[in-house]
Nanobody
Framework: QVQLVESGGGLVQTGGSLRLSCAAS????????MGWFRQAPGKEREFVAG????????SYAESVKGRFTISRDNAKNIVYLQMNRLKPEDTAVYYC???????????????WGQGTQVTVSS
């Protein structure tokens, strides 16, 4: 079992930055691929970024490439999402997730956090 708790969301102006954190419980954190998804009102949950178990491989949605960076610290059981040059269209609830592989399909992940709200004002 892995429990995930996100933090770091909030309200920021266009062009600003936020860093989301996801703290994981359990001794098997380093064996999981980790991902960040987001869901805006009335829209489906979408893949944002993913990182493999070792941190060597990272994937990003086209909409966030060059602006967002995913990283992980296996010693601390934490995964981060650094978000720069934020846009109003980045406004959503952001979810941390753990699974076997980095994939863009939400249902293939095993564990989810409760989400943290990110709001970007124009």
């Amino acid at each position: 079992q892995v429990q995930l708790v996100e933090s770091g969301g909030g309200l920021v102006q266009t062009g600003g930055s936020l860093r989301l954190s996801c703290a994981a419980s359990g001794r098997t954190f380093s064996s999981y691929a980790m991902g960040w998804f987001r869901q805006a009102p009335g829209k489906e949950r979408e893949f944002v970024a993913g990182i493999n178990y070792s941190g060597e491989t990272r994937s990003y949605a086209e909409s966030v490439k060059g602006r967002f960076t995913i990283s992980r610290d296996n010693a601390k059981n934490i995964v981060y999402l650094q978000m720069n040059r934020l846009k109003p269209e980045d406004t959503a609830v952001y979810y941390c997730t753990a699974g076997r592989f980095v994939v863009v399909t939400p249902m293939l992940y095993n564990y989810w956090g409760q989400g943290t709200q990110v709001t970007v004002s124009s």
